[in-house]
């Protein structure tokens, strides 16, 4: 017998004593009293096949608590995630800008032998932006700092939580 079913035994005898006591003066008749002796004594037997499930339980200490709190908490997932965007946009930024392609269409609709798309000029190009006066540098930098504030919001995140955990956990263990 585990730990969980020696303390629930107490309680169950007294419960069911308790109902007995209770509801004995409004029993008349034997049959009624074997009726409910039958429930009673189901009821019992209900709780006490209950039982193995919390006897199959397994004790939490305190590591894992804290394990399981850091795992499953959604706002330290988010802080997290935080971190591994603040890093992307790291990588962003150290890279220069993409080109872009070009299309313009001029003169295009006109009239009599220039009518549609005889007498338009088309443009196809590529434009790269150069960036001048440490542009880049200043965006890494900003990046920079933006995933160091991520960590140590995650950092305050995960102390937080954990500081509460352990707080639960002292509180129920007394």
Known sequence: MSCAGNLLRPYLLKTVLLIKRRLTPYLIDSKKENTMKKLLYTSALAVLLWQPTLAGAETLDKQAALQMALQNNSTYKAALAEIDAADGSKLQASLSPNPDAVFEIENFAGED??????????????????????????????????????????????????????????????
């Open 113 to 174: 032998e220039q009518e549609g798309f005889d007498g338009a000029e088309i443009t196809l190009g590529i434009e790269q932006t150069i960036e001048l006066g440490g542009k880049r540098n200043n965006r890494t930098d900003v990046a920079d700092f933006t995933y160091k504030i991520s960590q140590q919001q995650a950092k305050a995140q995960a102390l937080s939580l954990l500081a509460e955990t352990e707080y639960a956990f002292i509180r129920v263990a007394v």
